[in-house]
């Protein structure tokens, strides 16, 4: 069943409610300071149901000047306005104020409602008609009906029901599969029941027993009952006039302006990129960093409006704008918003959200213009991999993108499962919903490949690198990305990747006829040590070796495979290595069993060599330790 919400708007006085309780016989004036002055306050609610079974829930809205705040909370979420003007009055400071906040906040359907017709005669009727076509040019009302009535008489009701259900029927269905989201414009409790929270269900769906969050406060609580036009059901969904009984959370806990999703999907922000349209009749220019009232969804926040390439915006101009907020908010993409002046108030503009978790911008930033233009222009998949090229070498986890987007996260892995396909994403790791962007991962490897070109001039006796400092080259760099690129770049041919190493394909260590030398005598050195070799600073004193390259002579024999380092200044010449390992072994199967100061004697060595020794053994699973003793591997 189609779901339309419908908000009355125009001045004080002009009948609004009289109205609202003649087409669906409910009295929204429910305030004691409403019924004793004559006046709507808050906002109110009824709702009525078209031949056709389409159900619409009618959001009552002050007319007062002082009230226009309340005005706002309501009319977030409509689909169609009725403007009513009164016909002994005609259109008034609040007549034109409501109209304009329709316009900014993109209503797309509505009608007037001439009302208080039993008041004026046939000639002044048809005066205040004109008058009203005029105020209309230019306007989404323009060419719209106007319907005489009078809710006293009844004179026109039908009329206004049958207008009512033809622009009905012209409403679009809304979408279920998006994010559940309610912004709360009403908490109250019921006795025996608890808190209690009303609001226009702007898009997905809810269910008794589903567990919501309050945002931007970050409490969570269980839907305990729904209602809709106060019947009981086990669902609500988009464009319903929703009661939700909330359970484990009191009623201070909440206000209007707090908004219920899911739990996760949203988060709150300070900032806000934003396409801004300053009224034609503002009084004045906007100022960079002026101070103003956002209204969105039910919410007002106070805030300032930097203006990213100018100092003010004149009347009827519009620009790319970021709002910076004093209070938490909660938003999505091509939400509406409306901003009033700080003093004297008065509605001023509005426009759309573009970014709700954006990054801080310098004014005059280079690509600024065109990075919204994109936000604003784009559809879901080109804003998606904008956002995806903007992360760079990051990435995106599309858990952390969830709260950025309106879309489901069922919707965001079919995106990313497109882009991909085509080229433009690769996955780091699917299960997780963490992508890259195609350009992000090109410069990520040619990054990677200048820091090993680097590395290799810097370090021409080094054969690789290990991947780890490789990584710490790159700021912000993860394992799993670089894991990625090293593989595209293992793909491409152009480095080798070694177990926990890197270097350059074409990267060989070449040693100069004076450092061949000096490597083969460093060689002979540990060789002739036996099994007591000498530390490494000693060989190099021997040979005067001082310079940083020749030094590295000994990570060449180590790399070689020539020698092998068993502790820090413990380094063994293979052959010597070897030959112990062999009399080890020999010892081991005469006696089947050898203590650490057996094998000293065994080979003529101190504890010093000797424990590294047997160590050694152990790791290369020659031997294993059984208590002070070593004995053969796999030996019975």
Known sequence: MKQVVMGTAGHIDHGKTQLIKTLTGIDTDRLKEEKERGITIDLGFAHLTCDDGTEVGVIDVPGHERFVRNMLAGVGGIDLVMLVIAADEGVMPQTREHLAICQLLRVKEGLVALTKTDLVDEDWLELVSEDTREFLKGTFLEGKPIVPVSAKTGQGIDDLRRVLQTLVARVPPKQLEGKFRLPVDRVFTIRGFGTVVTGTLFSGTIQVEDRVEIYPKGIEAKVRGLQVHNASVPEAVAGQRTAINLQGIDKVELARGDVLGHPGEFAPTFMLDAALQHLADAPRPLRHRARVRLHLGTSEIMGRV????????????????????????????????????????QTIGGGIVLD????????????????????????????????????????????????RTELSESRLRQLAATLQRAGRVRAVHAEMGWYLHSDALENLTKELHRCLETFHRQNPLKPNISVEEL?????????RVCVLALEELRGQGVVAVERDRVRLATHQVALDDTRERLLNEIEAAFLAAGYQPPRAEEVFDKLNIGKGHDKALLQVLLDQGRAVRLKDNVVFHRSNLEKAGSLLVEYLRDHREITPIEFKDLLGVSRKYAIPLLEYFDSQKITIRVGDKRVLRGAS
């Open 306 to 345: 930097i203006l990213l390439d100018r100092d003010e915006l004149a009347p009827g101009e519009a620009a790319f704008v970021q709002l910076r907020l004093e209070e938490p908010a909660s938003a999505l993409p091509r939400d509406r918003f409306v901003i009033r002046s700080y003093s004297p108030v």
């Open 356 to 403: 709700a978790q954006p990054a801080k911008h310098r004014r005059g930033e280079a690509g600024l213009a065109t990075h919204f233009q994109l936000l604003a222009d784009g559809n879901a998949e080109e804003i998606f991999a904008h956002h995806l090229k903007q992360s760079t070498h990051q990435g995106l986890r599309l858990s952390a993108y969830l709260p």
């Open 471 to 479: 990584r710490a080259k790159v700021r912000g760099l993860g394992e």
